[in-house]
């Protein structure tokens, strides 16, 4: 039998805490908005006095910005899991499939992430990984974009890379929005994500591909 140090269980236990006031400020966060919640409100949702809250961020914004941060890290292991695909088109469809299975999976977590304008402050990007091709999911759209393009893999009026990457991310970011916001409405007769998914992604890349 191995017994923590008195050290290794408060950290333990300081970790612990940390991950379920994260948990908390995600969900309340992605459900009421931003401006609605305050710390006080974590607080009651985890039962824990606010002073418990400020022992770990010392204010919301240092708390959101770590929410998004972990989670854009947890999106973009996602993606670089399903990337390692030599041919640039099939790595299109690899990584759009992974983007859309995350969104579903953790609605939350993209809620947060996408539908917050406070998250994309400049002054929060490196922090954020944007500009790291290891951390930031749309350079890595983009650079397989241009590696079609670089290989005259698409149709000859398909020149612009950040255009490719755009519309291609609307798309794959569309069928996540559509069900993870409108699923379920029972006038319309819903498929599978899963499919929609793929016929997105098909659909999109048989459109400019030679």
């Keep these: 039998m191995v017994f923590m140090s008195i050290s290794e269980r408060r950290e333990r236990d300081h970790l612990k805490i940390r991950n379920k006031i994260l948990d908390a400020a995600r969900?309340?966060?992605?459900?009421?908005?931003?401006?609605?919640?305050?710390?006080?409100?974590?607080?009651?949702?985890?039962?824990?006095?606010?002073?418990?809250?400020?022992?770990?961020?010392?204010?919301?914004?240092?708390?959101?910005?770590?929410?998004?941060?972990?989670?854009?890290?947890?999106?973009?292991?996602?993606?670089?899991?399903?990337?390692?695909?030599?041919?640039?088109?099939?790595?299109?469809?690899?990584?759009?499939?992974?983007y859309v299975t995350f969104g579903i999976e953790y609605p939350n977590h993209f809620r947060l992430m996408f539908m917050s304008n406070r998250l994309h402050e400049a002054e929060q990007l490196p922090e954020m990984g944007y500009g790291n091709p290891e951390t930031d999911a749309y350079l890595l759209l983009l650079n397989t974009f241009e590696e079609a393009i670089a290989k005259q893999l698409l149709a000859s009026e398909f020149t612009d890379p950040h255009l490719l990457a755009q519309a291609f991310w609307a798309g794959t970011h569309g069928v996540v929005a559509i069900h993870i916001n409108l699923y379920g409405y029972p006038w319309i007769k819903w498929r599978s994500v899963e499919d929609t998914a793929k016929m997105t992604i098909n659909a999109m890349i048989r459109g400019v591909q030679r």
């Excluded at 919640?37 to 010392?58: D, G, N, Q």
């Design 27 to 98: 969900g309340l966060f992605a459900s009421e908005g931003y401006d609605a919640v305050t710390m006080r409100r974590i607080a009651e949702k985890i039962e824990y006095s606010p002073t418990t809250i400020y022992l770990h961020f010392k204010d919301k914004d240092t708390l959101i910005r770590e929410l998004c941060r972990l989670d854009m890290l947890s999106l973009m292991q996602a993606i670089q899991n399903a990337a390692d695909e030599p041919e640039p088109l099939e790595r299109l469809r690899k990584t759009g499939m992974a």
